[in-house]
């Protein structure tokens, strides 16, 4: 990400998805090795040299993993003095995955509160749920027959 910053004039997307390391880590294991921390970091050495970029935030909105009021403010907190854009998504259940996305109303709350924290954020309402064409619900087949996707969903225990 460095490289890229240094070389490119590109704006970011950044799939953050969580506010603590640890939280981060279980959504998504391989983040791992690139601490919260560290990536802020590099993103306000770059803000600090001047580069005009914008950064934008994709948090997947996951009930009662990553939802809490305590998670916008943390939110809100690591993001303050960054020109950062988050784009809210609700996760797109699918067949198979014990995720499921927060209730309408807890992701509205969920977005006022990071907007009143003084972050831009919009919340990027999923389309093609009812026919499993939702971002992160596309996958392949078995044979064509409509059996369950051939996909891990993993585990974030």
């Given at each position: 990400m460095v490289r890229f910053l240094a070389e490119c004039r590109a704006n970011l997307a950044l799939s953050l998805n969580g506010t603590t390391d640890e939280q981060r880590g279980a959504i998504m294991p391989q983040t791992r090795r690139w601490p919260i921390g560290a990536l802020l970091g590099a993103l306000r050495d770059d803000a600090a040299s001047g580069s005009g970029r914008r950064y934008f935030m994709e948090y997947v909105l996951l009930a009662g993993v990553n939802d809490a009021d305590d998670d916008a403010r943390r939110l809100c907190d690591l993001l303050?003095?960054?020109?950062?854009?988050?784009?809210?998504?609700?996760?797109?259940?699918?067949?198979?995955?014990?995720?499921r996305p927060p209730d309408d109303a807890q992701v509205a709350r969920f977005r006022d509160l990071v907007h009143g924290g003084g972050v831009r954020c919009l919340v990027r309402w999923p389309r093609g749920r009812d026919i499993a064409a939702a971002c992160g619900q596309l996958a392949l087949r078995r044979g064509g027959s409509g059996e369950a996707p051939v996909a891990d969903p993993g585990s974030i225990a």
């Open positions: 303050a003095d960054l020109p950062a854009h988050v784009n809210l998504i609700p996760h797109n259940p699918f067949e198979g995955s014990p995720l």
